[in-house]
């Protein structure tokens, strides 16, 4: 298994939120910095991760490698969704829907990293009840990872896939 992750790849990390904590010891306030990140390959693989540090790059660096270890796979149709989907985490709702070739990405900000990293192209997503970032990046991955694409129902039907070449 180790030999098969060494294989060089391309990823691209997103920056989704960087918030400055604080923590009230005796001498005041210690500030650290937490960012959340998103990386993808752009090929269907996606991962969060949220670093903690007292500095940016370095809490950015943590999340990066956490969101790497935290990979999952999903199931894309071309440049969109195969069907459409509601991801839930929390209080956190994301509603996507696919959309025809040239639509263009529309989304907000945590969604927009999530489906960029992923390499989705063309689809229609809303944000329902709330903005937390947290909660809708872990949505809209929990969203894509329900999906399932053709093959696979053909497979659970016990069907053949009929091609459109006739």
Same mark, same amino acid.
């Given at each position: 298994m180790r030999e098969q992750r060494e294989v060089k790849q391309d990823f691209?990390? *997103?920056?989704?939120? @960087?918030?400055?904590? /604080? *923590?009230?010891?005796? !001498?005041?306030?210690?500030?650290?910095?937490s960012a959340l990140v998103v990386v993808g390959n752009k090929e269907g693989s996606i991962g969060w991760g949220l670093g903690k540090a007292n500095e940016v790059p370095e /809490? @950015? #660096?943590? !999340?990066? %490698?956490r969101a790497k270890r935290d990979m999952v796979q999903v199931s894309l149709d071309g440049g969109t969704i195969p069907h459409e989907v509601i991801g839930v985490y929390g209080a956190g709702r994301v509603l996507m829907r696919p959309a025809s070739k040239g639509t263009g990405l529309i989304a907000g900000g945590?969604?927009?990293?999530?489906? %960029? /990293? &992923?390499?989705? #192209?063309?689809?229609?997503?809303?944000?329902?009840?709330?903005n937390n970032a947290h909660?809708?990046? *872990? /949505? =809209?991955?929990?969203?894509? &990872?329900?999906?399932?694409?053709?093959?696979?129902?053909?497979?659970?039907? !016990?069907?053949? @896939?009929? =091609?459109s070449a006739s």
């Open positions: 691209v990390d *997103k920056v989704v939120k @960087i918030r400055r904590v /604080a *923590k009230v010891v005796k !001498g005041g306030r210690r500030f650290s910095f /809490a @950015i #660096r943590k !999340g990066v %490698e945590a969604v927009r990293a999530v489906l %960029e /990293a &992923v390499g989705i #192209r063309d689809i229609l997503t809303k944000s329902l009840r709330t909660n809708v990046v *872990k /949505a =809209t991955i929990q969203g894509l &990872v329900s999906l399932r694409g053709v093959k696979y129902y053909a497979e659970v039907r !016990g069907q053949k @896939i009929k =091609t």
